[in-house]
Structure formats: structure tokens, C-alpha cells
């Protein structure tokens, strides 16, 4: 199988889970750390099943300290957003598998179970064109940082409270919106699956200076990210630096 055939299979192992899951009687908290557990197992499965080898860097795992010195190292997020799953009738949650290879990202597959969709880097999903519209820049629902309100101002855009992590990233790469400016920290495995479809689709996605997003490091917090149309980047990026 290719790497990115992996991917997909375990995306979707976990997706069929957490439909399953949140079709059952189990609700909000309960709901939400039952998914967690559950997809992870999904996944951790058929990671074992296809590329046993492999490390593994996982929200829902303990660390492994192989990762540091692998070649190739698999960063997961079981259940990218947890409390919008727990709500019935979101879709804005994600589940995100990533393969990090020789200092890169290299393959990566996201399921959005909750709007029926699968994005993958192998074909890269073409970004729709947005038209005459106003730029739209996802934020946080809870704690939209004050650089998104920057951001907006100097593109002329307008601020949209969205889910997850994930979601927020791949809302771009659908053409919901065009931009995710985060300055409130999160963690590598939020992002990093999102943010290789993103730059198989062409999308820009960099630290909020302009520096490129580096995965697989020893901490694995990351404070702070840009994904946007590429015309709009330098704008972004000189109101939020």
C-alpha cells in the first residue's frame, strides 16, 4: 500500500467509529472521551497492521521517544475537536493523520465524518475561487486571538467563529474561508495532517513570522500558525508579525 492509501484507511477507520459512537446513546463529555479512545485504537490498528516500523506521535498516546531519531514518524489527532463532537448536529470536527518523513511532511489524509468529506495530499484537492466575496478569516470559537482582528482589518475581511483545529484548516483548503490565523498555542498534531493537504493544494501555511511550520520536534507545541489563499499572505503576514 502506499503511504498515503494508509492514511486514508486509517482516516476512515476512525471516521466509521466516531459515526457509529455519536449515533449511539453516549453524550456530550462521555460521548467525546469515548471517541478519543476509540478512533485512536482505529488508528493504531491499521498503523500496526501496514507500517509497523513506523513511530508514532499521537494526541491520544503516550510519547514515543523513537520519534526523535526515526525517519519516518506518523502524527495523529484521533478526534480533532473533542467538545464540537460532543455537540449533536456539528460537523466541524476532524480526524487527521499525517505521515512526517525525513524532516517533511509528506502524506497526510483528513476525514470531516461530520460533512461526509476525505481530503487527501495524493491528488491535492483543488482550493475553489472565491469570487468577489469578503475575505473570510476562521477563528477560535472560545478565544479568537486579537492578530485575527488585524488580520481582518487589513484585508478588508470579516472574522468567522469556526470548530476545530482541523476544520478551521481545512476550511480553507474548501473554500469555506480563506484564511486561519492562531496565535493561542496548540499542539503539533492539530495541524499537521490539515496543513500538508494544505500545501499540496498550493495554500500558504507558515508561523505567524513568516517561518515555516516544523513538525516532529521534541516539544511538541506549536504557538502559533498562518494557512490563507497565497495572494493574501503578505498582507496577513505584515499585520500579524
Known amino acids: 500500500m502506499r503511504d498515503v492509501d494508509v492514511a486514508v484507511e ?3 477507520a476512525a471516521a466509521d467509529v466516531l459515526l457509529d459512537l455519536r449515533a449511539g446513546e453516549l453524550t456530550g463529555r462521555a460521548l467525546g472521551d469515548a471517541g478519543d479512545a476509540r478512533a485512536q ?4 490498528a491499521v498503523l500496526a497492521a501496514h507500517r509497523a516500523d513506523d513511530a508514532v506521535l499521537s494526541e ?7 520519534r526523535l531519531t526515526a525517519d519516518r514518524v506518523w502524527i495523529v489527532d484521533p478526534l480533532d ?3 464540537e463532537y460532543g455537540e449533536p448536529g456539528r460537523g466541524d470536527w476532524a480526524v487527521h493523520v499525517a505521515l512526517w518523513e525525513a524532516g517533511a511532511l509528506a502524506t497526510a489524509a483528513v476525514a470531516l465524518p461530520g460533512v461526509g468529506e476525505l481530503l487527501v495530499t495524493d491528488p491535492p484537492p483543488a482550493v475553489p475561487d472565491p469570487g468577489a466575496r469578503r475575505p473570510r478569516i476562521a477563528v477560535s470559537r472560545s478565544r479568537p486571538p486579537e492578530v485575527a482582528t488585524a488580520a481582518a482589518e487589513a484585508v478588508g475581511g470579516e472574522l468567522v467563529a469556526l470548530g476545530s483545529a482541523g ?10 474561508v480563506d484564511a486561519y490565523v492562531h496565535a493561542g498555542g496548540q499542539y503539533q498534531w492539530d ?3 490539515p496543513v500538508a493537504i494544505a500545501l499540496s493544494a498550493g495554500l500558504h501555511a507558515s508561523r505567524l513570522d513568516g517561518s515555516p511550520l516544523r513538525y516532529n520536534e521534541p516539544d511538541p507545541w506549536l504557538p502559533d500558525l498562518l494557512v490563507c489563499r497565497p495572494e493574501l499572505a503578505p498582507a496577513l503576514l505584515a499585520a500579524v508579525r
Open 10 to 12: 486509517a482516516a476512515r
Open 41 to 44: 485504537q482505529a488508528i493504531a
Open 60 to 66: 491520544e498516546a503516550a510519547d514515543d521517544p523513537r
Open 81 to 83: 475537536g473533542t467538545r
Open 167 to 176: 476544520y478551521k484548516v481545512t476550511a480553507v483548503v474548501r473554500g469555506e
Open 191 to 193: 495541524s499537521a495532517a
